[in-house]
C-alpha cells in the first residue's frame, strides 16, 4: 500500500518533469534499495536471485534507468515523439513533431502519427524531421528505426550529420574513387568494403540533389 | 664497567651518527641483521641498510648483535615487528635504532601519500573525460529496451554472461562485485535446469584473473587491453562481432556497474536475446508484443531480427564498457582518497612518537652527562 503509492509518486514525477538529454536521473534514497522491476518475469528473476544468492544486492535492469512511455492511447495522437540516438550524442530527444521520412532499405518510408507499429532497417540515406513548416535534414548511415504503438518513433544510426554540413567537391572525389575501387578490388572484404562507400557516397549526392 | 663504557660509547656515538643521519642519510648505524629485518617493515632496498653498516655501523653493529642475543626471544621478534615497539621492550642500546625506524617508516609513508594523492589526480581527470561520453550514450540502448523489454529470467538453454571489469587495479570493490554477480547468474542458471549451461566471456584482466581460480573451464573467451585507445562504437562493434561468431548462445547476460554518482556505483545485468531466441517470443511481456510489430528492410523477419540482435549487442556492449570505465575511474579516486588520508593520519602519528623519542633520548643523554660531571665534581 505504502509502496503503490510511491509508485505513483514516481511515475507521476516522471511525466511532470522531463530531464533534458543525456541528463543523470536521480532517484529518492528510498527507491535506491529496490530496483523497479515492471513485469512478471523481471520479479521472477528477482526472486530466484534471492534464493541463490541471499547476501548479494539484487541486480539492477536497465529498464529502470529509463524514462517510463505512456501507453498507447485510445484515439490516434496529433503528433509523433522521435528520439534519434547516436552512439556519441542523443540527437533528437523527444521532440514532438508532424511527420518524419527515413531511409528504409526498401526505400523513402514516411511516419506519421498512429502509424502502424513497425521494425525498420535503414540504410544511409537522408532523414527528414517536418514540425509544421520547420523541414530538418539529416543524412544518417545506417540502422534501425522502432515504430512503437504510442507515437514514439525510435531512430538508432551510427551517425548522423545535418545535410548544410557536407561538402558537395568531397562527395564527387569519393564517389569517384569508389567506384574505382570496386573494380580493381580483389579480395571479398576489400570488395564489400568498395561497394560500401560507394553506396553511402551515391546516396549522400542523392541527398545533396533532392 | 667495561660494559657500561662500552655502552656510554655506543650512547654518544649513537648520538653523533643520529646527529649526522638528519643530515644526510649515510649511516643508519644499525646491524645487518637488524637492517635485514628493517627492510622487510620499512619498504626499503635491503642493500641500502647493509651498505651503511658496512661503512660505519659495524662496531655498533655488533653491540647491537650482543645486545639482541641476550635478550629474550620475544623481545626481538616483536621488535623486529614494530619500529615503535621497540622504545618500550628493546635493550639500552637499541633506542637509538628505533629512531632510524620511525624516520625510515616516516620516508616511506611520506612517499605513499604522494603516490596515492597523484593516482587520485590522474583518476579524477581521467573520469571527467569518460563521464561525458557515457552520458551521451546512454541514448543508445534505450530504444531496444522499450522495444524488447527487459527479459533476465529468459528460459535459454545456452547462456553466455558477459563480465565486465576492468585491467588496473587498486580500484575499490567494483571487479569483486561484478565477479560475484557473475558467479551468482551461474548458480541461478544451473539451478534452473539440468539442460542449462551458462559459460563466461571475460573483458578485463582483473575479472579474468579472479575467475581463473575456480572456473576455469567455463571461461569462454577472454578480452584484454579495452582501455588501452578510448573507447568507441568501433570497439564495441569489434567485440561484438568476435562474440557473436566465436560463441554460440541463446541468450547474454551482460554484467557491469553503472555509472550513479562518484561514490555510487550499481551492478546491473543487461539481457540480449539471439534472434532465434527472439523469433521464438514468448507470451508475455514486451517481447510477445514483438509479434503485432511489420518488419520492413531485408526480405525475411529472420534477418531482420539478425541485425536487430547484433546491433542491440553492440549498442548495450558500448554503453556497458563506457559505464564500467566511469565507475573504476570513481572508485579508484575514492579508494586513492582513502589511502592518502590514511597515510597522513599514520604520519601524524609517527611524527608524535618520533619527536617523543627523540626528546627522551636528549634528556637521558643530558642527564648522564650532568651525572657523569657532577660524580666528578664530587669526586674532586
Known amino acids: ?124 540515406g ?16 545506417g540502422g534501425f528505426a522502432f515504430i512503437q504503438k504510442n507515437s514514439f518513433a525510435d531512430l538508432v544510426v551510427v551517425e548522423a550529420v545535418p545535410l548544410e554540413q557536407i561538402d558537395a567537391e568531397e562527395v564527387k572525389k569519393g564517389l569517384a574513387h569508389y567506384s574505382q575501387l570496386v573494380n580493381t578490388a580483389s579480395s571479398d572484404l576489400e570488395k564489400a568494403q568498395a561497394q560500401i562507400g560507394l553506396e553511402v557516397h551515391s546516396a549522400m549526392s542523392v541527398a545533396l540533389g533532392a | 664497567m667495561s660494559s657500561r663504557r662500552s655502552a656510554h660509547a655506543l650512547s654518544s656515538g649513537a648520538q653523533v651518527a643520529t646527529e649526522e643521519n638528519r643530515r644526510s642519510d649515510q649511516r643508519l648505524g644499525v646491524g645487518p641483521e637488524v637492517a635485514g629485518h628493517l627492510c622487510e617493515n620499512c619498504i626499503l632496498p635491503s642493500g641500502m641498510a647493509s651498505g651503511s653498516a658496512r661503512r660505519g655501523g659495524a662496531r655498533l653493529a655488533n653491540l647491537l648483535h650482543g645486545y639482541l642475543n641476550s635478550s629474550s626471544t620475544a623481545t626481538s621478534a616483536s621488535w623486529s615487528q614494530t619500529g615503535i615497539a621497540a622504545r618500550e621492550i628493546a635493550p639500552f642500546g637499541a633506542r637509538m635504532a628505533s629512531n632510524q625506524i620511525v624516520r625510515n617508516r616516516m620516508k616511506s609513508v611520506r612517499s605513499i601519500q604522494k603516490i596515492t594523492k597523484a593516482m587520485k589526480m590522474v583518476a579524477a581527470s581521467k573520469l571527467r573525460g569518460v563521464q561525458s561520453k557515457t552520458e551521451d550514450s546512454r541514448g543508445l540502448w534505450q530504444p531496444f529496451t522499450a522495444l524488447l523489454g527487459d527479459s533476465p529470467g529468459v528460459d535459454a538453454k545456452k547462456k553466455i554472461i558477459v563480465t565486465i571489469s576492468s585491467d588496473k587495479g587498486l580500484c575499490g570493490g567494483i571487479n569483486s562485485t561484478s565477479v560475484k554477480f557473475s558467479k551468482a547468474l551461474m548458480r541461478l542458471t544451473a539451478a534452473s535446469g539440468p539442460d542449462k549451461q551458462a559459460s563466461y566471456v571475460v573483458i578485463g584482466e582483473k575479472g579474468k584473473a579472479q575467475l581463473q581460480r575456480d572456473s576455469k573451464k567455463n571461461i569462454r573467451m577472454f578480452v584484454t587491453e579495452t582501455q588501452k585507445l578510448p573507447i568507441n562504437f568501433s570497439l564495441a562493434c569489434a567485440l561484438a562481432d568476435e562474440i557473436m561468431q566465436k560463441v554460440e548462445f541463446d541468450a547474454i547476460h551482460l554484467v557491469y556497474n553503472k555509472f550513479q554518482s562518484v561514490v555510487s556505483f550499481l551492478p546491473t545485468v543487461a539481457t540480449i536475446l539471439s534472434p532465434e531466441t527472439l523469433a521464438a517470443g514468448s507470451e508475455e511481456g514486451k517481447l510477445g508484443e514483438l509479434d503485432s510489430y511489420e518488419f520492413e ?40 582518497d582513502n589511502s592518502a588520508k590514511n597515510a597522513s593520519d599514520m604520519l601524524e602519528k609517527l611524527t608524535l612518537s618520533y619527536n617523543r623519542s627523540r626528546q627522551a633520548q636528549i634528556t637521558t643523554e643530558l642527564i648522564e652527562i650532568i651525572s657523569g660531571a657532577a660524580a666528578l665534581e664530587a669526586s674532586s
Open chain 1, 1 to 124: 500500500m505504502l509502496s503503490g503509492s510511491r509508485q505513483a509518486l514516481r511515475v507521476g514525477l516522471r511525466a511532470w518533469g522531463r530531464p533534458t538529454a543525456g541528463a543523470i536521473q536521480r532517484s529518492f534514497a528510498s527507491e535506491a534499495t529496490a530496483p523497479a522491476a515492471e513485469d512478471e518475469q523481471s520479479n521472477e528473476f528477482l526472486k530466484q536471485w534471492a534464493s541463490v544468492a541471499p547476501n548479494l544486492d539484487k541486480p539492477r535492469l536497465p529498464s529502470s534507468y529509463m524514462k517510463a512511455r505512456p501507453p498507447a492511447p485510445a484515439t490516434i495522437p496529433s503528433k509523433l515523439t522521435v528520439n534519434l540516438a547516436l552512439p556519441h550524442r542523443f540527437e533528437v530527444a523527444d521532440k514532438e513533431v508532424d511527420m518524419i521520412i527515413i531511409p528504409a532499405t526498401s526505400g523513402q518510408m514516411g511516419v506519421l502519427p498512429g502509424h502502424v507499429p513497425t521494425v525498420v532497417e535503414l540504410k544511409p
Open chain 1, 126 to 141: 537522408l532523414l527528414s524531421i517536418h514540425e509544421g513548416d520547420d523541414v530538418q535534414k539529416m543524412f544518417v548511415s
Open chain 2, 297 to 336: 528492410g531485408s526480405e525475411t523477419r529472420a534477418a531482420v531480427l539478425q541485425n536487430l540482435s547484433e546491433f542491440q549487442l553492440a549498442s548495450v556492449l558500448y554503453n556497458a564498457l563506457l559505464e564500467n570505465s566511469c565507475s573504476e575511474m570513481g572508485a579508484r579516486m575514492s579508494a586513492m
